[in-house]
């Protein structure tokens, strides 16, 4: 069973830094394209980044040099550094996987959800 989880959430003052860990089990997620989604109350869930198989990186605009992406293949672990925060950063991340799956010979690709992990940057 395909499983996500997300830690290291919590509340910080804005200027802060944080470090969310997404731990995977139940499939090889180097196989899979990887990303941090968050969702701030009354908002459509964004995508704020993200990383391919191959490791390329990709970042929101709302985050772009303040946040950082990277994945420890051996741990399964998928990490998101989030430096400078700031209070509209506030929301609940979510690790997602993007993981290819074989179907009768045609590719397919199965998304998995973290539960998500809460994030709150006071001023």
């Known amino acids: 069973q395909v499983q996500l989880v997300e830690s290291g959430g919590g509340s910080v003052q804005a200027g802060g830094s944080l470090k969310l860990s997404c731990a995977g089990s139940?499939?090889?997620?180097?196989?899979?394209?990887m990303g941090w989604y968050r969702q701030a109350p009354g908002k459509e869930r964004e995508l704020v980044s993200s990383?391919?198989?191959?490791?390329?990186?990709r970042y929101g605009d709302p985050v772009k040099g303040r946040f950082t992406i990277s994945q420890d293949n051996a741990k399964n672990t998928l990490y998101l550094q989030m430096n400078s925060l700031k209070t509209e950063d506030t929301a609940v991340y979510y690790c997602?996987?993007?993981?290819?799956?074989?179907?009768?010979?045609?590719?397919?690709?199965?998304?998995?959800w973290g539960q998500g992990t809460q994030v709150t940057v006071s001023s």
């Open positions: 139940g499939y090889d997620f180097s196989r899979c394209g």
């Open positions: 997602a996987a993007d993981c290819p799956r074989r179907v009768w010979g045609v590719m397919r690709v199965d998304k998995y």
């Open positions: 990383i391919s198989s191959g490791g390329t990186t």
